[in-house]
């Protein structure tokens, strides 16, 4: 692996970025974007990675609870008029063995995400009166399922076009710091660049302008996998009320949040987001320490797009988001293959580049995303309902707030896997604290969990749970 340098000149930089920039040129990369690649490649020559120490850090306390304020809904309401919602959706969900956008997949009553949130949008405009607009962050992976999907709904688009392309960069070789030749196929040399990347995808895509220009002055920025994130109302209200030029959506870390992006201060008093990939070695307690850093990010914000328009013009379009460089294979599918950095950034790391940013503390009901096959079985369940409004609940005949769900990696980590071993669906999780699958197991229907249970198959041999099981504790199949 190439040595990476504490100092270069303007003079080897451009030599060292020069192949990379006739790569992007090739491409088509608009040249904010290759800009904004240009700085974190002179950052990864650096050797700068971003690392965020606890001697930088202060503690977050007292921040405003949208629960505990009132009187902003009229203020939201009247504020629908300029407002719009943007989804990232540039996700494939590799980790769960999909090749096509992750939004794509069936999550409840035979819905995608991509079917929920255009029926949301649909009864927000119906109810409110206003035509909201809802945008979709495609990457280049993603871009042509999700409108092929989408025009199942052709009164979604409200005139401003239903998706932007974010941008793409190249991956570079860890080995000199070169852009890839050989890849396997020509989309392998590619990767996005991460949310951070909205910034500079709504200005390079124009999409800023147009919503400028219609006079929108609000966005509300989410995963297209957390379907808890909705437009509020109330948030929208605040934001409005508080004339804040970014807002962050942050909840109450519990164990299971200990590896997540949390808030804290830098020690000038600024918001400031960091990432476990941010965290050095040695600082690794601390970070996991939910009584310390009490706040997760659940990559839920707030933009006022006039602020941002006038961020991008102060900073010359590069925002200079804190790097985040990720170590992978140039082929995901193939561990021997060469050795490349991902450059990529957190869209909430903008914290601490708008001046005056905020956050606010929401129920932990605005967050509910779907990172692994476990995450899928909980919505497939009766431990969340689907409203007539299209929006996605807990069930309040939950005897516990939400099941933990751990399933068995070597058989249910691929939503092929998970599919194959609940073919009538997921069981019944309302009386369910905790459902532990541990070796293969094929469910029947309309099987039930109550409290704890775990079931294990120590043999080679699939086991089949019948139709009609009531489980509890600690069963062993074998």
Known sequence: MADLQTTFSNEELEKRFAPFDRQMRDEGVEPIAIDTFKYYFSQLLEGNTGLLGENELVPLEGLPDIEKLEGYQATGREALARAVIIKLNGGLGTSMGLDKAKSLLTVKNGLSFLDIIARQVLNLRRDSGYKVPLIFMNSFNTHE???????????????????????????????????????????????????????????TSQMLDKLLDGGYEYAFVSNADNLGAIMDDKILGYFAASKLPFLMEVADRTQADSKGGHLARRKDGRLVLREVAQCPPEDLPAFGDITRYTYFNTNSIWLHLPSLRETLNRNNNVLKLPLIRNSKTLDPRNPESPRVYQMETAMGAAIEIFEGAGALRVPRTRFAPVKLTSDLLVLWSDAYLLTPESKIVINPENRYYLPIVQLDSRYYKFIQDLQKRFPEGAPSLTNCEKFQVEGDVLFGRDIVAREQVKLSNPGVSQVKVEDGAILEGDVNLS
């Open 145 to 203: 399922d999700t409108l092929e999907a989408l025009a199942a709904y052709p009164d979604l688009d409200s005139g401003t076009g239903l998706a932007f392309i974010q941008n793409k960069v190249p991956k570079v070789l860890q080995a000199d710091f070169q852009p890839v030749q050989d890849a396997p196929t020509p989309d392998l040399a590619w990767c996005p660049p991460g949310h951070g990347d909205i910034y500079t995808s709504l200005q």
